[in-house]
Nanobody
Framework: QAQLVESGGGLVQPGGSLRLSCAASGSTFSRYYMYWYRQPPGSQREFVASISTKGETMYAKSVKGRFSISRDTAKNTVYLEMNSLEPEDTAVYYC??????????WGQGTQVTVSS
């Protein structure tokens, strides 16, 4: 299983932006679909975005048009650009790959707090 480390979270005001990064170990990064999930306070973990090995993307309706997922295969890194952030976006954000997701295996995540 790949080791995934999320970073880039923090406190931001409504309307602000953040870029999250997910660094993956190993040489099989390009072989997997990659995903961002989030877990708001008191809520279940939910899907945010995905990107295929060929760069095709999917987004949850709640973030479509505001968030953008991308990947840099050379750096074994996946990104989540978050714009026009809202208090409802406050959550712990997790990245994952298809293999670890299928095993319900998650990393530590990174906290995003959107507040005035």
């Amino acid at each position: 299983q790949a080791q995934l480390v999320e970073s880039g979270g923090g406190l931001v005001q409504p309307g602000g932006s953040l870029r999250l990064s997910c660094a993956a170990s190993g040489s099989t990064f390009s072989r997997y679909y990659m995903y961002w999930y989030r877990q708001p306070p008191g809520s279940q973990r939910e899907f945010v975005a995905s990107i295929s090995t060929k760069g095709e993307t999917m987004y949850a309706k709640s973030v479509k048009g505001r968030f953008s997922i991308s990947r840099d295969t050379a750096k074994n890194t996946v990104y989540l650009e978050m714009n026009s952030l809202e208090p409802e976006d406050t959550a712990v954000y997790y990245c994952n790959d298809a293999n670890n997701l299928s095993r319900d295996s998650w990393g530590q995540g990174t906290q995003v707090t959107v507040s005035s």
